[in-house]
Nanobody, 124 residues
Framework: QVQLVESGGRLVQAGGSLRLSCAAS????????MGWFRQAPGKGREFVAN????????NYADSVKGRFTISRDNAKTTVYLQMNSLKPEDTAVYYC?????????????????WGQGTQVTVSS
């Protein structure tokens, strides 16, 4: 079993940057596909970015492409989401996600483990 703990969310002005971290427990972290999802108030949970076990494959939602970067450090069992040029519409709770089998985690139905979420608020 994997436990995921997100951190780094806070209030930031539009145009600013944040880096979210997701620390994972478990010795098999390096074999998991990892991803970030977000959920804005009154909306469903949506895919943001994912990364394969060896960082060879990365995918992004169109809404964040060119602004967000996902990365992972298997030695530190941590996955990151660097968010630049933040917009008010990026305001949401951001969730870290892990998938045990599969190259990537592309939607919430493929997720085996969720973190508790971290709040990102972007003011205009």
């Amino acid at each position: 079993q994997v436990q995921l703990v997100e951190s780094g969310g806070r209030l930031v002005q539009a145009g600013g940057s944040l880096r979210l971290s997701c620390a994972a427990s478990g010795r098999t972290f390096s074999s998991y596909a990892m991803g970030w999802f977000r959920q804005a108030p009154g909306k469903g949970r949506e895919f943001v970015a994912n990364i394969s076990w060896n960082s060879g494959t990365r995918n992004y939602a169109d809404s964040v492409k060119g602004r967000f970067t996902i990365s992972r450090d298997n030695a530190k069992t941590t996955v990151y989401l660097q968010m630049n040029s933040l917009k008010p519409e990026d305001t949401a709770v951001y969730y870290c996600a892990a998938r045990q089998f599969g190259l990537t985690v592309a939607n919430q139905y493929e997720v085996d483990y969720w973190g508790q979420g971290t709040q990102v608020t972007v003011s205009s």
